[in-house]
């Protein structure tokens, strides 16, 4: 059996649930925190991510960014906060929670505008282990065949 996302896709699917139940303020917040963030550091955890995993993680690691990016369009709808940014926020947040710790400090590059908001997505787990559900604490498990 394999999982979704690869081995974090608990964590994964706790970014994805928390999206939708951000308030306008806290896509603000978001939208701000990846403004400020820096452009080059963002491109190298994009460049890391991209050498260190094979095509098939690549391919899993893209479908959490893209699911990531389709839930902050419906939420940005929802609070017309119809900002960029929030979107692209939410597609390295994806990629970063489902790369996890392997992509070493880029994890937070890409996770800390969400972080910032919701902050029990912030650590990423120890590379080598199972990862945990930011919410429940509880061990990755393949969700499904």
Not at 94 to 120: N, Q
């Amino acid at each position: 059996m394999t999982s979704t996302f690869g081995p974090n896709s608990q964590r994964v699917l706790a970014l994805i649930a928390c999206i939708p139940g951000l308030s306008p303020g806290q896509v603000d917040q978001v939208i701000s925190a990846w403004k400020r963030g820096n452009p080059r550091a963002r491109d190298r955890a994009w460049a890391q991510l991209n050498r260190i995993t094979t095509e098939d993680e690549r391919y899993r690691i893209l479908a959490a960014a893209a699911l990531a990016r389709r839930e902050a369009l419906e939420t940005a709808r929802r609070t017309h906060r119809m900002d960029w940014a929030f979107w692209a926020a939410a597609c390295d947040a994806g990629a970063a929670m489902a790369a996890g710790a392997r992509i070493g400090r880029h994890y937070d590059t890409l996770l800390a505008p969400f972080a910032a908001v919701v902050p029990a997505l912030g650590r990423p787990p120890a590379a080598g282990t199972a990862a945990a559900d930011p919410q429940t604490g509880e061990a990755d498990q393949a969700i499904s065949a």
